[in-house]
């Protein structure tokens, strides 16, 4: 039998309107979500900083998820994602503001950089996420990139590498699973993804 096309989505729940069309932050799961995730068998959820206003709250949202999804029937238990990179790219409101990559990059301490993934990890996992969409690899080889920059750990790709290993292992280790990004070669583009497609004119000896 095959899996259903819904475990190739992650939705996120990011606001909820009121009938007066009032939008206000999803903090707590609501009876649309739970029926939603409990009739889909959703992969896992995206969590953002409209879902973090506070360590309690986001603990108990993460667990409505998982009894959400549970109740659907024999799944698998959910992936609870989100972007905790550090620096620019944070989404918990409460806990520890780490470095960015650039300035990871910068001390080029494979040490200090597990210690900043692990401290990610162990605070990602408190909190009832299972997965984090980090760390950011892309090599910072295009100045007029406006998406990636200080995201980056380096324009060298070795320093790229050993700095991105070392954040993998120290993330993977505290039990959050680490997700490496973006799609090869975003460090190299002039367009934001998330509002135009990026094209990256390169011969293949450069790839």
Same mark, same amino acid.
């Given at each position: 039998?095959?899996?259903?096309?819904?475990?190739?989505?992650?939705?996120?729940?990011?606001?909820?309107?009121?009938?007066?069309?009032?939008?206000?932050?999803?903090?707590?799961?609501?009876?649309?979500?739970?029926?939603?995730?409990?009739?889909?068998?959703?992969?896992?959820?995206?969590?953002?900083?409209?879902?973090?206003?506070?360590?309690?709250?986001?603990?108990?949202?993460?667990?409505?998820?998982?009894?959400?999804?549970?109740?659907?029937?024999?799944?698998?238990?959910?992936?609870?994602?989100?972007?905790?990179?550090?620096?620019?790219?944070?989404?918990?409101? %409460?806990?520890?503001?780490?470095? /960015?990559?650039?300035?990871?990059? #910068?001390? =080029? +301490? &494979?040490?200090?950089?597990?210690?900043?993934?692990?401290?990610?990890?162990?605070?990602?996992?408190?909190?009832?996420?299972?997965?984090?969409?980090?760390?950011?690899?892309?090599?910072?080889?295009?100045?007029?990139?406006?998406?990636?920059?200080?995201?980056?750990?380096?324009?060298?790709? %070795?320093?790229?590498?050993?700095? /991105?290993?070392?954040?993998?292992? #120290?993330? =993977? +280790? &505290?039990?959050?699973?680490?997700?490496?990004?973006?799609?090869?070669?975003?460090?190299?583009?002039?367009?934001?993804?998330?509002?135009?497609?990026?094209?990256?004119?390169?011969?293949?000896?450069?790839?």
């Amino acid at each position: 039998e095959k899996p259903p096309i819904s475990m190739m989505i992650m939705p996120a729940f990011r606001w909820k309107t009121d009938e007066d069309g009032n939008r206000s932050d999803v903090t707590e799961i609501t009876e649309d979500i739970a029926a939603s995730l409990g009739k889909h068998s959703f992969s896992g959820v995206i969590l953002f900083a409209q879902n973090t206003a506070t360590n309690e709250g986001t603990v108990r949202l993460t667990d409505a998820l998982q009894k959400a999804n549970a109740a659907g029937g024999d799944r698998p238990q959910l992936l609870i994602t989100t972007d905790q990179e550090g620096g620019n790219v944070t989404r918990f409101t %409460q806990g520890t503001m780490m470095m /960015g990559n650039m300035a990871l990059g #910068a001390i =080029n +301490d &494979t040490d200090t950089t597990a210690q900043v993934a692990t401290v990610i990890g162990s605070e990602a996992k408190a909190l009832g996420i299972n997965a984090d969409f980090a760390p950011d690899v892309d090599v910072n080889n295009n100045p007029a990139n406006p998406i990636i920059g200080v995201r980056s750990f380096s324009d060298d790709p %070795q320093i790229v590498a050993a700095q /991105g290993s070392a954040f993998v292992q #120290a993330l =993977n +280790d &505290t039990g959050v699973i680490s997700t490496l990004k973006h799609f090869p070669g975003h460090g190299d583009t002039d367009t934001d993804s998330h509002t135009g497609l990026p094209c990256i004119d390169k011969s293949y000896e450069e790839l």
